[in-house]
């Protein structure tokens, strides 16, 4: 999954920096590719309470196998577009893991 802008993915210091925009209420959690310089993905949760913002987390660490502590949003909270932080996780790998 690649596109040609690189603005939605930054590593920094063995962490990575995802932009992502969330489209909840769908009828399944998937990664559906780019959406505004960012990866797009859709999620079966609604956003009322920050229940989007937890399916997101916990769908990203159980697809990269990571612990729950290892992502957090650093911005975005209450939007559709987020920036995410997730540890100890290279480019190349997570590119691998959300191409299959």
């Keep these: 999954m690649d596109t040609a802008s690189e603005q939605w993915i930054d590593e920094r210091g063995g962490d990575l920096y995802i932009k ?15 959406y505004r ?18 399916m997101l ?23 559709r577009q987020k920036t995410l932080k997730i540890e100890g996780v290279y480019k190349k790998y997570f590119r691998r893991i959300v191409a299959s």
């Design 20 to 34: 992502v925009y969330i489209q909840p209420g769908s009828s399944k959690n998937e990664i559906t590719g780019f």
């Design 37 to 54: 310089d960012s990866l797009k993905i859709r999620l079966t949760s609604s956003p009322v309470d920050g229940a989007a913002n937890l």
């Design 57 to 79: 987390i916990r769908f990203l660490v159980k697809m990269l196998r990571l612990s729950k502590s290892s992502a957090k949003i650093v911005s975005g909270k209450k939007s």
